[in-house]
Nanobody, 126 residues
Framework: QVQLAESGGGLVQAGGSMNLSCELSGGTFRNFAMGWVRQAPGNEREFVAGISRGGGFTEYAESMLGRFTISRDNYKNIMHLQGHNLKPEDTAVYFC???????????????????WGQGTQVTVSS
């Protein structure tokens, strides 16, 4: 049974930074394309960033370009989302998500992910 666990959320001041992490259990980490999806109160889930199973390909939502970086370490079985220059509108629950895909494939829509973590709250104060 594949399970995902996020960590690293919390309260951040506007202009500050965050570093979220995600660990996968119940499967072989390097076989999964992974990503981050966020959901603000009253909004639908929104794609943030995705990364291929080997880590060589990434995609970002346009509004995240230049402020967020997704990465993974297939030796340590961990994925990260770093964000800087955070804005109050970045306040949301951030979900780690994954699904098995072939080499070079990046999942870039929330509906493309089969497995989800519980989410971690990030609150950006103005």
């Amino acid at each position: 049974q594949v399970q995902l666990a996020e960590s690293g959320g919390g309260l951040v001041q506007a202009g500050g930074s965050m570093n979220l992490s995600c660990e996968l259990s119940g499967g072989t980490f390097r076989n999964f394309a992974m990503g981050w999806v966020r959901q603000a109160p009253g909004n639908e889930r929104e794609f943030v960033a995705g990364i291929s199973r080997g880590g060589g390909f990434t995609e970002y939502a346009e509004s995240m370009l230049g402020r967020f970086t997704i990465s993974r370490d297939n030796y340590k079985n961990i994925m990260h989302l770093q964000g800087h220059n955070l804005k109050p509108e970045d306040t949301a629950v951030y979900f780690c998500a994954a699904d098995r895909r072939g080499d070079g494939i990046v999942i870039n829509t929330p509906g493309g992910f089969r497995y989800w973590g519980q989410g971690t709250q990030v609150t950006v104060s103005s």
